[in-house]
């Protein structure tokens, strides 16, 4: 089960073969999972429907792997460490027998509420342990499921629900963020009155209010395991089977449901963070990002149980009771590897270094990053001051479409540059093309980034809708898979990402599309029409400048602001908030209506003397008018 390279000489070869003979080489990792038939073929594939499948016709469970196969040798090592929000509350662990139980209880209690294989079940949980214990308890018995992260408005669930057509919801009274409480079960309410296709909500007590229960469709999650046996067989899945859906934006208004399977999911989340953490068996992980996004599912959840490691999941917020503490959590557990995003990283800068100072952080050998690159600045503050220049930083790209970590170095094996996410993973072969999508060979060049061969974790399909699957990702560049981002590969083959070069922003590594935000802010009364771009945002990495047109300019601007702000709440969530907004006249279009972006990005970073061409706008003068009004 031990998956681990061991030395940069042997990333070589095995990346040598795994291009040249990929069969052998996934084959030979597969092979040390639990299967309850063997496949028959390692990977059928063309880019061109697109058809992927690995692993075919092999039978499995994701959980067997995450848990039962663990419980001879490892049933008392410690699976779980949960951290709660408020540093005098109680943490809880468990072993990987006690998580066993509890996943098996709940999977009873979702069979006996009516939930079967193949059901969609929403997940919108706080970042407690019954979030993982609901995820892997609807993949145990074959149901689908779909984590809304707990920031999304009542909206954009509805959204999530009905495109699903999910028969449940699980959920919590409220959650605990920092000094605050949020009701979460109010939002669901909100949310299902326009969607039927929920039958029952469970409802965790997590902050003791008393929520509103309906009659028939609630019931309390101790009520509904209440009795139940602990063990559960676990539902038998073709390895192409659904494991989950996964809301992401692109660059249409509408998220699309990214679509995980069992087999291949399983077999590179394993593969990836075995390699990249390179965890020992006493090692204790910590990854900070929310369940509600990939790197949740993929490094919380799934990777790590997968690997039989002991993963630590924080209620809480990196500031709340102070900026220490991530650190404070370090010591306390005695974290091994630390997993943050760049975000995180550059706001706790700015409270200055004492707080990090404060903790000894001893037991720290590998920190990682994710979610959007990673500044010079922030990397060395990290560097110097988190991992006391001892600790090799893994910066680790990918994307939710991509479910586990693509270009990043490998624990300390790897040679290590500063905002460069580094070498591919075995088994991954990312180019670069240029404008005509022609494959650049050289080094020291940029380009869109995509990658010419699939790996066992590349999406499947966009749920319900194939055929955006495939003009997304796989119609750009013919034979390839599209990631959306550019980036430059140095004089040692280091890659290093750009960003989007689509109409996707990163905003604190949560990705939103532009028109998506645009639809959010039209559905204002006031709003005639609106663009969004991003800009370079000191902590947030992007922020979202809105240029906005009313049928007048409104008079009372910050009070126009303040209620275009309340509508992208009440649309998508506060995760969504736009930063600055200017009310324009009108916005710059091209004669076919176009509207030309290229010209609201260069204002709303401050480049206005190098707008480039401007002759084949309606009307120029609107330029001029936007640019005085620049904020
Ligand atoms: C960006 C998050 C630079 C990138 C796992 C990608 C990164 C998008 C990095 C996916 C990194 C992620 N360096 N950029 N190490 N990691 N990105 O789907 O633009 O939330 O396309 O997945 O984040 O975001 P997603």
């Not at 662990?93 to 209880?105: D, F, I, S």
């Not at 409220?174 to 939002?187: I, S, T």
């Not at 003791?208 to 019931?219: H, K, L, Q, T």
């Not at 000191?538 to 007048?552: F, R």
Request: one cysteine or more.
């Amino acid at each position: 089960m031990d998956l681990r390279i061991k030395s940069f000489e042997e990333y070589t070869e095995k990346y040598a073969l795994s291009v040249e003979n990929t069969d052998q080489f996934w084959g030979e990792i597969a092979e040390t999972f639990t299967w309850n038939k063997p496949y028959e073929k390692i990977c059928n594939w063309d880019f061109e429907t697109p058809d992927i499948k690995w692993f075919v016709n092999g039978k499995l469970n994701i959980t067997e792997n995450c848990l039962d196969r663990h419980l001879a040798k490892r049933g008392n090592k410690l699976a779980l460490i949960w951290e709660p929000n408020d540093p005098k509350e109680r943490f809880v662990r468990y072993t990987y027998r006690e998580l066993y139980e509890k996943v098996c209880a709940f999977a009873n209690a979702l069979k006996a509420q009516g939930i079967k294989k193949g059901d969609r079940v929403v997940i919108y949980m706080p970042m407690i342990p019954e979030l993982t214990i609901a995820v892997l308890a609807c993949a145990r018995i074959g149901a689908i499921h779909s984590v809304v992260f707990a920031g999304f408005s009542a909206h954009a669930m509805a959204d999530r629900i009905n495109d699903a057509q999910a028969n449940m919801v699980i959920t919590a009274d409220g959650l605990n963020r920092g000094a605050k409480q949020v009701p979460l079960k109010r939002v669901v309410d909100e949310a299902l009155r326009t969607c039927n296709s929920i039958e029952k909500v469970i409802v965790y007590d997590c902050v003791g209010w008393s929520p509103n229960m309906v009659d028939g469709r609630d019931i309390w999650w101790n009520d509904a395991i209440e009795g139940m046996a602990k063990d559960c067989p676990a539902e038998v899945m073709d390895s192409e089977d659904m494991l989950f859906i996964l809301y992401t934006s692109g660059s249409t208004g509408k998220p699309k449901g990214v679509v995980h399977t069992h087999g291949g999911y399983m077999v590179y989340t394993a593969y990836s963070f075995q390699n990249v953490f390179q965890c020992d068996e006493s090692d204790i992980y910590w990854c900070t990002a929310d369940v509600g996004w990939i790197t949740g599912h993929s490094y919380i959840v799934y990777g790590p149980l997968l690997s039989g490691a002991t993963t630590v999941m924080f209620e809480g917020v990196p500031t709340y009771p102070d900026a220490g503490r991530f650190w404070q959590v370090c010591d306390k557990h005695g974290v091994n590897q630390f997993y943050t995003a760049p975000t995180a990283i550059r706001a706790l800068m700015a409270y200055g270094e004492d707080h990090v100072l404060s903790y000894s952080l001893d037991s720290l050998k590998v920190l990682g990053t994710v979610g959007e690159p990673i500044n010079e600045e922030a990397w060395k503050w990290y560097h110097i001051h988190v991992g006391k220049e001892r600790c090799p930083i893994v910066d680790t790209w990918w994307q939710t479409e991509t479910g586990g970590i693509m270009i990043s170095g490998l624990g300390d094996l790897s040679p290590m540059r500063p905002a460069h996410a580094g070498f591919p993973l075995p088994g991954i072969q990312p180019v670069l093309l240029d404008q005509e999508g022609k494959e650049i060979k050289e080094n020291k060049v940029e380009g869109y980034l995509c990658i010419k061969h699939p790996w066992p974790s590349i999406l499947r399909t966009t749920y319900r809708d194939h055929d955006r699957c495939r003009v997304t990702y796989f119609s750009h560049y013919k034979g390839y898979y599209f990631t959306g981002d550019g980036a430059k590969r140095d004089e040692n083959g280091m890659y290093r990402i750009i960003g989007r070069v689509d109409d996707v922003i990163n905003v604190s590594g949560h990705r939103f599309g532009t028109a998506e935000i645009e639809n959010a802010i039209n559905a204002n009364g006031i709003v005639i029409e609106s663009a969004v771009v991003g800009y370079p945002h000191e902590i947030k990495g992007q922020g979202i400048y809105a240029y906005v047109v009313c049928e007048s300019l409104p008079e009372d601007r910050e009070t126009a602001r303040a209620e275009i702000v309340e509508t992208v709440v009440e649309q998508i969530g506060k995760i969504a908030k736009p930063e600055k907004i200017q009310f324009v006249t009108g916005l710059p279009k091209t004669r076919s209506g176009k509207i030309m972006r290229r010209i609201l990005r260069k204002v709303a970073e401050g480049e206005s003397d190098k707008l480039g061409d401007t002759s084949t706008l309606v009307d120029p003068d609107v330029v001029d008018e936007i640019i005085k009004g620049a904020l």
